[in-house]
């Protein structure tokens, strides 16, 4: 460990040590995980030596693992092993060594005394939530889960009626927090991937609510840059996983300059989690399609309901702040809605299945659907495609339009809708080939004469859309896949955490 550098987790065996094994780790996550066996069910001759029982005299089973969904099937008692541990199993014996690596440079050796005693945490989920159930991927699992999914999310977090008639909310784990936002000098979003997208899509909500201005950082460009960070800033670190290493490389550099750190994370333990001053779990369930989808709707809403908790409750906003609490309500049936494209976006999918690229344009809420339902196409149906601000449309992308090249334009109803509505005209007028996503209702409006392809879904409030809107773009992605024979729940080259920079 001594002359290691960056982040591992290592599990060692040795035929010169039979029967031990050896695991350590830095910056990577690793877990033990400990099965208490009932008689009848374990096999007792492999367990007749003492050693091998627990307290209460049941014989134990060990389990070491970088990932609790590969725990839960036999165990949920677990040891979340932190930096600089080193554990040894020997002889069904557990020890838990603490390495001392200033004491290793000056010579010193890694001495048994150092041993540490931790209780076992109890994982919070269920086998059910890593099966596929009735469906033939975990992507098209996780898709079609969202109602459920953003239901747990909201849960207990949404309060309306009572004895007092204001509709509020409340995040447990921020409520200590909220006045030091509020006087915080900036507000600044940290992430990678999806998890960037979806704080993207909250930022509009939570400049209007709170009026602290709000900033972006992908978690890599801000360490490359060694961008500024104050003590008078509150950093949002945002990561379904809670370990991806440049978000967390990000969490250590804003701890260092004395940010408030706050976590938004799907995943209770993790490192994120456990460094951040604060933060919020998302509880969408376990996700395990490598492409991210129910977490990007339920970060979505975890964000927004952050902006309402962090804007002040005034008169002048009272209406606004009512009308996204019951858009918030309503949202798993706008969710169930919108899945009925299902078949639309499969019949959409067969139509491009040969094509080598798609444009996605968007703007305001929805500049972030168009980045991750490009996102999605790329990563899944391994074609290129790219989400762009349909504001810079003048500035480069038209150049490629011609009537070969499949073009979405986002275009539901909100205070862009009009300037849509000329991107359209002018995308036409180059004989642009165009799918256009517009508000049930408003297909006439967006395209007179039939002359593109429209899909319509539920009017929401604005600042909740992009949580329908993504959906039918996670349809397409997830059947382009399908139909061109790729792996959906792994693609080629990626991961679902990134452990490593
Ligand atoms: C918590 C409980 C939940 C219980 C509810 C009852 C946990 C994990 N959650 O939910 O089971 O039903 O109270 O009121 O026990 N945190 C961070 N960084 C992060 C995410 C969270 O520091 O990235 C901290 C929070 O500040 C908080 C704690 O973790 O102290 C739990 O957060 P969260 O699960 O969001 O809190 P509640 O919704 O209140
Ligand atoms: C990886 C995943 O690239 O990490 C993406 O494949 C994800 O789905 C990104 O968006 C960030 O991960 P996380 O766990 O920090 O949200």
Do not use: W
């Not at 098209?140 to 008639?165: A, D, V, Y």
């Amino acid at each position: 460990m001594r002359h290691l550098e960056g982040a591992y987790a290592l599990i060692f065996k040795s035929r010169h040590y039979p029967n031990e094994l050896i695991a350590c780790k830095r910056g990577s996550p690793l877990l033990l995980g400990v099965k208490e066996l009932n008689e009848g069910v374990c096999n007792a001759s492999a367990f007749h030596d003492a050693k091998f029982l627990s307290k209460n005299g049941n014989p134990k089973e060990l389990f070491l693992s970088s990932d609790a969904n590969a725990l839960i099937e036999h165990t949920k008692k677990v040891l979340v092993i932190e930096d600089g541990e080193v554990v040894h199993l020997k002889e069904g014996g557990v020890s838990i060594l603490k390495f001392d690596n200033e004491k290793g440079r000056n010579g010193g050796s890694l001495s048994r005394p150092a041993s540490v005693q931790r209780a076992l945490s109890i994982l919070e989920m269920e086998v059910e939530q890593i099966n596929k159930g009735k469906y033939e991927h975990y992507m098209q699992k996780e898709i079609h889960e969202q109602p459920e999914s953003l239901t747990t999310t909201m849960r207990g977090r949404l309060i309306r009626g009572g004895s007092c008639k204001a509709k509020t909310v409340l995040l447990g784990g921020l409520k200590d927090h909220l006045k030091t936002i509020r006087r915080s000098r900036r507000i600044v979003f940290i992430g990678c991937g999806t998890s960037y997208n979806a704080a993207l899509a909250a930022r509009p909500i939570l400049e209007e609510l709170s009026g602290v201005p709000v900033t972006m950082e992908i978690a890599s460009d801000l360490l490359d840059r060694q961008g500024p960070i104050y003590r008078e800033d509150t950093a949002v670190f945002v990561s379904q996983s809670g370990e991806t290493a440049d978000t967390l490389h990000a969490l250590e550099y804003a701890l260092e300059n004395g940010a408030l750190c706050v976590g938004i994370t799907n995943t209770v333990g993790s490192v994120i989690a456990r460094k951040t001053h604060c933060g919020v779990h998302i509880n969408a369930g376990c996700e395990i399609g490598v492409a991210s989808t129910k977490a990007y709707t339920s970060q979505i809403v975890v964000m927004a309901i952050l902006a309402l908790a962090i804007g002040g409750d005034t008169i002048s906003n009272q209406e606004r702040r009512e009308a996204i609490i019951d858009g918030l309500f309503d949202l798993p049936n706008k969710i169930r809605d919108v899945l009925k494209l299902d078949q639309e976006m499969k019949d959409l999918a067969k139509l491009l299945i040969a094509e080598q690229s798609l444009l996605v344009f968007g703007r305001g809420y929805n500049y972030a659907t168009a980045l991750e339902g490009a996102l999605k196409v790329k990563e899944v149906a391994l074609m290129h495609s790219e989400g762009i601000l349909a504001g810079e449309m003048k500035h480069g992308p038209l150049a490629l339009v011609d009537e070969n090249l499949p073009i979405v334009v986002i275009a539901t109803r909100d205070a862009c809708f009009s300037k849509q509505q000329s991107v359209i005209q002018q995308l036409h007028a180059r004989k642009g080939r165009l799918i256009v996503m517009c508000s049930k209702g408003d297909a006439a409006s967006v395209c007179s004469g039939g002359a593109c392809r429209v899909i319509e879904v539920s009017y929401v409030e604005d600042c909740l859309q992009p949580v329908v809107n993504v959906v039918p773009l996670q349809l397409l992605a997830y059947h382009l896949t399908v139909l061109r024979g790729y792996n959906v729940d792994q693609p080629r080259n990626l991961a679902k955490s990134v452990t490593t920079q």
